[in-house]
């Protein structure tokens, strides 16, 4: 089973829409990174939440770590043909070698002109 | 400021042919990782460096992958001998690696796309 789930995995809304993406950890989310990939290609850095609570905003994209820190949601507000592309999200899990980023499977987004 | 630099962008070799990918980190960036992403899934990583020695390679499968960070800049990632399953999308990142993991933000080159026939 995933360490860390996303929902949906994959998401069709027509342009000017607003949408939401959720990633869910069983365990407390010591940092949590979005990314944002474009098909083929590496990964984009978006934001990162560390303090539960928080919340981030990059022009019409939105970020929320929940107060528990073990769900975070990504909004986008008013979404145009250039947000479309796989949404990751990343938490830093720690094991005994130290801390690694764990991803979730990724939520794929398009954006109908 | 110049990015992760990775090269070949795309291969595609036969099953038991060898591989070997090159990434170039951000100057200044004392860790590099390595990740393994297949078609649908997130990235795994398969190692970590600070400087030139290895942090965690617990996920790569040693009996047939390799990497070294020779000077602690640029690394090179080799598979011998390839299986099918080896087709994915190989990824490297660096961070500056003075933040502790929880803070510490990587930055992903644009990948090698590796097809194993």
């Known amino acids: 089973s995933q360490e860390l789930e996303q929902s949906p995995q994959s998401l069709i809304v027509q342009e000017g829409k607003n949408l939401t993406i959720n990633c869910t950890s069983s365990?407390?989310?010591?940092?949590l990174y979005w990314y944002k990939q474009k098909y083929g290609e590496g990964l984009i850095f978006l934001m990162m939440l560390q303090k539960g609570g928080e919340e981030k905003s990059h022009e019409k994209i939105t970020a929320k770590l929940d107060e528990k820190k073990q769900q975070s949601s990504l909004h986008i507000t008013a979404s145009q043909p250039s947000h479309a592309g796989i949404y990751l999200c990343g938490a830093v899990m720690i094991y005994n070698q130290g801390g690694k980023l764990i991803f979730g499977q990724g939520t794929e987004l398009s954006v109908k002109p | 400021e110049a990015g992760v630099a990775q090269s070949p962008r795309y291969k595609i070799i036969e099953k038991r042919q060898s591989v070997a990918f090159w990434c170039n980190p951000i100057?200044?960036?004392?860790?590099l990782y390595w990740y393994q992403q297949i078609l649908g899934q997130g990235p795994k990583l398969l190692i970590q460096f600070q400087n030139n020695g290895v942090v965690d390679d617990s996920q790569l499968p040693k009996d047939r992958f390799s990497a070294e960070r020779l000077k602690g800049v640029d690394s090179t990632l080799k598979i011998q001998p390839a299986k099918l399953e080896d087709s994915a999308v190989y990824l490297c990142a660096s961070s500056l690696g003075t933040g502790g993991a929880i803070a510490d933000t990587q930055y992903f080159g644009p990948g090698t796309r590796l097809t194993v026939l």
């Open positions: 100057s200044g960036h004392a860790t």
């Open positions: 365990k407390t989310l010591y940092g």
